[in-house]
């Protein structure tokens, strides 16, 4: 049996429906029409203790609303969940004593108090063993640099140091296992790379399993080995980075700037753009076409200035997943 | 100790009430003014009379003391989860490995002793030396007094768990609220004591939990009931209470499967 068992989960939220303006908002009042929105439809995974999976998607795909149930939130409307042997949404009081969830998007931290006065909260509220709090709050706010504002009130912190509390709040009772929704939506380039480096290394060093929702492809590149590409509440895809990129990723573009115009003959399988600025693109499938031949054919016949290889950003092929330009 | 959690709860709620000192003057404020206008329109209507209906006036003054005074810490809050719901910290709430309940009710009562202590206390002593209050009937009489007003809290606070659950299909509850507590104001005795009340009305109001809240406690504290009639008292508290909380629990787990958490 798998550390996380989802099988089959589907969950349907009610919207109410109703036409633009006043006469719409009248004929709403006296017969409201509902739509059935499928925000989550079927999905099946299992993940393993220790792993550390990605869940992509984009907006309105059903990722919040798979980890509002994994986390015990939202009950499914049909299908089963069991993580660590507990079922979240039945038993919910003993199995959210053993996790943590970080909502990038709503902070569980008390608006008014200090963050140390939270912390304190949440130490009395999960019966925290005083040895274990004050390790684990040494520990994560010297890694998180947050010695400068913990006594400073949550409203007055930046956006990425509320972040790093509330990342800090959701540890402090050692979960095994940590979902993070967003962790890093609006934190600056130097704020992400200290939330990311610090997930990797709990997950690393102290084995906690983490799941992990983002729009920013760089939080999985550095982060996760697994993903979970789900799109209008079904999954599109269960597998490594390293597999998406091999089996999607083999396009490669070649640019070759010219010393003088040039007219170019065609080479099999290799599409060749116009010209620009003396600069021509050669695009081929580095699975059909060898991209030394290519280069030795193109240095030998032509005058060559400059000459790079690109390989296409996996959020392009992540596009390409969510267009249906490929199947996963 | 699972204590422990509820206790700190209760106390940031303790805490977080004596911020607002204006409102906590204004609310003091409030008792007393309601109280006189209360008491001044019952003397008007006894004039010269010592009784109506074998009721004094100083046993309605009693009442009208007594009934505002326990409002004054009967602290409910009737939009709690209905606020949760609205904008999303439901959410957030459910990841506490607490019960939701017993979290409200511990924010309720830690706001409650502050209220204890710095609203209720303060008003009484100015009611009691102002106006007059008539002593209990007897030592046991007060002691079973003050056991039925922790039940007549129960009741207040299980009638309003149990409309906030309609939370989960409605969202804005304000409505339900304002209709439910216009209700509690007139049949529990706090404006009109029920010796007053048509025979008829008595009759239906027996049949509700309204007259647990406030009524059944001043009845005790004044000795108008003795005992079989104090035994059948708490008797109808106690059922009333289990009543309202068993239907509540039906509601808040059918309505968790409802749950939809707004925005994120």
Known sequence: ?328 | MKMKAYMAFAKKSFLQKSAYRMEHWMGILNTLIRLVIYVEIYRALYGAREAVDGITMSMVTTNFILSLGMESFFVVDDFYLSYRIGNGSIASEMLLPVSFHGRMLADNLGTAAFKLIFHFIPAMLVAVLFIGISAPAGAASMGLFVLSVLFGYGVLWSISFMFQMFSFWLINVWAIMTIKNVFINVLSGAMIPLWFMPESMKNVIKFTPFESIYFTPVQIYLGKITGAEIAGGFIKQIIWIVCLLGIGMILWHKGQKKLVVQGG
């Open chain 1, 1 to 328: 049996m798998s550390f996380i068992e989802v099988k089959e989960v589907s969950k349907t939220f009610k919207v109410n429906k109703r036409s633009a303006g006043i006469p719409g908002m009248i004929a709403n009042m006296f017969v409201p029409k509902f739509e059935n929105k499928k925000a989550v439809d079927g999905i099946s995974f299992d993940i393993e203790s220790g792993e550390m999976v990605g869940f992509i998607g984009p907006n309105g795909a059903g990722k919040s609303t798979t980890i509002k149930m994994l986390s015990g939130i939202l009950c499914p409307d049909s299908g089963s969940i069991s993580v660590n042997s507990y079922v979240p949404y039945r038993q919910r009081k003993e199995y959210v004593a053993g996790i943590g969830v970080v909502f990038g998007q709503k902070s569980q931290l008390q608006w008014d108090l200090p963050v140390i006065d939270s912390f304190e909260l949440l130490k009395a509220i999960y019966r925290i063993p005083e040895e274990m709090y004050k390790k684990n709050l040494k520990r994560y706010t010297d890694m998180l640099d947050m010695g400068g504002f913990i006594n400073q009130p949550v409203r007055q912190l930046s956006l990425g140091q509320r972040m790093r509390s509330d990342i800090v709040a959701s540890l402090l009772h050692s979960p095994k296992i940590v979902f993070f929704d967003e962790p890093t939506i609006g934190v600056d380039v130097i704020g992400k790379e200290t939330i990311r480096s610090f997930i990797r290394e709990l997950n690393e060093k102290d084995k906690i399993t983490m799941i992990f929702t983002t729009h920013d492809m760089q939080d999985i590149e550095q982060t996760c080995k697994r993903i979970l590409i789900i799109d209008k509440g079904s999954l599109l895809y269960d597998g490594s980075l390293q597999e998406i990129r091999n089996k999607y990723g083999t396009t490669r573009q070649l640019i070759a700037e010219f010393n003088e115009d040039t007219e170019v003959t065609p080479i099999e399988n290799v599409m060749i753009g116009d010209p620009k600025d003396r600069k021509r693109s050669f695009t081929f499938d580095n699975s059909v076409v060898d991209v030394n031949a290519l280069m030795h054919e193109i240095l030998g016949k032509y005058s060559i200035r400059d000459i790079t290889v690109t390989e296409p950003e996996i959020e392009t092929i992540i596009r390409k997943i969510y267009n249906k330009e490929v199947f996963a």
